[in-house]
T-cell receptor
Framework: AQSVTQPDIHITVSEGASLELRCNYSYGATPYLFWYVQSPGQGLQLLLKYFSGDTLVQGIKGFEAEFKRSQSSFNLRKPSVHWSDAAEYFCAVGLNTGGFKTIFGAGTRLFVKA | DAGVIQSPRHEVTEMGQEVTLRCKPISGHNSLFWYRQTMMRGLELLIYFNNNVPIDDSGMPEDRFSAKMPNASFSTLKIQPSEPRDSAVYFC?????????FGPGTRLTVT
């Protein structure tokens, strides 16, 4: 069955430190891959997407993600975290199943300490 | 484009009442999704439509839930009768080629 796994329920990093959020997917082919961010009380906002081509993709707010086919992973990174990055982050895959269906991981909540 | 529009933004109702949530997707998007988010279960896909046709409703919790998409610019999610355990934030999202854009959500409270 198709699935998206985010192994870390929550992560705490210091402001200015680097960040990596993990995401693994289970799907027979290469899906479309996305990262979304949700601030408290808000909807989900797209950070970045991977459809094909360069496996390192840049997104908004200084985020980037790297697709590694051999590991079925699409980890999100940021070199220096800001306090405003505290939010919940969702990895998602887009699957063509007779119409595109987007499946989300359980999310990783990021806490930023001063 | 105004993005995905959901109404109402907040709904408080009593157990047993009918609740209807509304969604206007982004023009040109051919898929529409209804998600439910709770602390306990996280983000759950309830149902999705492709070109106004329901493709997968396996996430709909039970027969009390129904969704329609009569045309490309409108969809409803109905709960009848509502129960306290239905309290959650309900998101509508529309997408093109799998890239989903979310609405602001409807916060439903059933007392």
């Amino acid at each position: 069955a198709q699935s998206v796994t985010q192994p870390d329920i929550h992560i705490t990093v210091s402001e200015g430190a680097s960040l990596e959020l993990r995401c693994n997917y289970s799907y027979g082919a290469t899906p479309y891959l996305f990262w979304y961010v949700q601030s408290p009380g808000q909807g989900l906002q797209l950070l970045l997407k991977y459809f094909s081509g360069d496996t390192l993709v840049q997104g908004i707010k200084g985020f980037e993600a790297e697709f590694k086919r051999s590991q079925s992973s699409f980890n999100l990174r940021k070199p220096s975290v800001h306090w405003s990055d505290a939010a919940e982050y969702f990895c998602a895959v887009g699957l063509n199943t007779g119409g595109f269906k987007t499946i989300f991981g359980a999310g990783t909540r990021l806490f930023v300490k001063a | 484009d105004a993005g995905v529009i959901q109404s109402p933004r907040h709904e408080v109702t009593e157990m047993g009442q009918e609740v209807t949530l509304r969604c206007k997707p982004i023009s040109g998007h051919n898929s529409l999704f209804w998600y439910r988010q709770t602390m306990m279960r996280g983000l759950e896909l309830l149902i999705y439509f492709n070109n106004n046709v329901p493709i997968d409703d396996s996430g709909m919790p039970e027969d009390r839930f129904s969704a329609k998409m009569p045309n490309a610019s409108f969809s409803t999610l109905k709960i009848q009768p509502s129960e306290p355990r239905d309290s959650a934030v309900y998101f509508c999202a529309s997408s093109l080629m799998g890239l989903a854009v979310f609405g602001p959500g409807t916060r439903l409270t059933v007392t």
